[in-house]
């Protein structure tokens, strides 16, 4: 007979998008709910008491007043730059050439790629994060290292070999007939194999020559269902450099739609300095915004636009972009997420925050019909959180009257022990595995 999971607690999920300051009957939040798991699966939610009635063989772990939430999902992450995350002063191509890229060069061997791969995921799950969308290096053994660390850790993860030919150190660059074949290779070899999803990556216009876009964008039409990621207008000098580089584009954005790299399944991370001619493309294309807060101020990138662009129907999810980032959580990232729009003059809901970093993020990687909300069919992958993980916490989230202000003060000031357990396709996180990368040495 097949085993019934019964997790009970406060459960809380997104059936639509919420307002920006309201949930507008978006949530679905029960104080005494549960979440019934088969086969990996959400097979019921609803209260717990009847589903406790209904299905009495299933065994049941009781999370009190745990909050239980789909796995969180970072939408863009570089796992490559887990070891240098929070490197000091510097700005974007400064910290790249810095910092970045000397690092990136250490995944041209397989046994530091393997071992980062492990460590990033074990982090991630630490923190709550079930699903992420990553840059690899321009190495195929940084990305086979990534997605077999994924595989065996059971989770849904998305990412592609970056690809760069110009403006980066000898070690890190490929060709354009490099680039293509590599990616395809690794596509072919991983595409749909388990939970894992390959994506087209170009790092950012002024690492690639036109002809190297050109070739990714040649396997992005040959292959329309993957997704493609890059940067987009992150820093104000960036933009300058791409003007010097491509003179003959109208915007930043035109460097990617003149080769075949805009369309409706790219991701385009950053995307904070926007000409309106690149936020009308942006919105008729229906492409995918990825709002990274605590790598915008930790690098001093600048304040994404988040209700304006909301506003005019993007799409848009939420990552670390780790280590730009600073932050491998997503609870400190919605926390970033909350500033940065309070810095111009937007306020935003806790509901919201927390559908960004659940089915805002799965939607945006095009996810959203497996993940990112508790509803039968949808993969159980699930992150319960303790509101009162810290004195600090405790005494405020006591306070509160209703499960927005509960939840608030863990997304302002909670990090990784928030999280009271993490389930990965039906099955318990092993703490011992997720708090393995608590050992200094
Ligand atoms: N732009 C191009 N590459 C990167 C990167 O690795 N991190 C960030 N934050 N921006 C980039
Ligand atoms: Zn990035």
Known sequence: MTKLTLLTGQTLSFDAQPGLSAPQGAARFDSAGGVL???????????????????PEASEIAYGEGLILPGFVDAHAHYPQTAMIASWGKRLIDWLNSYTFPEEMRFADPAYAADIAGRYLD????HGTTTVCSFCTVHPQSVDAYFEAAKARG??????????????PDGLLDDPKRAYDDSRALLNRWHGVHRLSYVITPRFSPTSTPEQLSALGALWAE???CLMQTHLSEQTDEIDWVKELFPQARDYLDTYEAHGLLGTNGLYGHA????PRE?????????????????????GSGL????????????????????????FSMLRTMCAAYEVAQLRGQALHPSYLLWLATAGSAEALRQGNRIGRLAPGMEADICVLDLASTPAIAQRSRRANDIWEAVFPTIMMGDDRAIRDVWVGGTRVEPSAAQSSGQLF
């Open 155 to 168: 989770m849904r993860v998305l990412g592609g070999k970056t690809c760069m030919d110009r403006n980066a």
């Open 304 to 327: 994404f636009d988040m209700a304006g662009l909301a506003a005019e129907g993007q799409r848009i999810g939420l990552a670390t972009d780790t280590g730009g980032g600073s932050d």
């Open 123 to 126: 982090l991630l799950l630490a």
């Open 223 to 225: 292959n329309p269902d």
């Open 37 to 55: 798991i088969r086969d990996g699966l959400v097979a019921a939610t609803g209260p717990a008491s009847e589903l406790r009635k209904a299905h």
């Open 272 to 275: 904070i300095h926007l000409e």
């Open 279 to 299: 936020r009308a493309r942006l919105a008729e294309v229906g492409a995918a915004l990825v709002h990274c807060p605590t790598s915008n101020t930790f690098i």
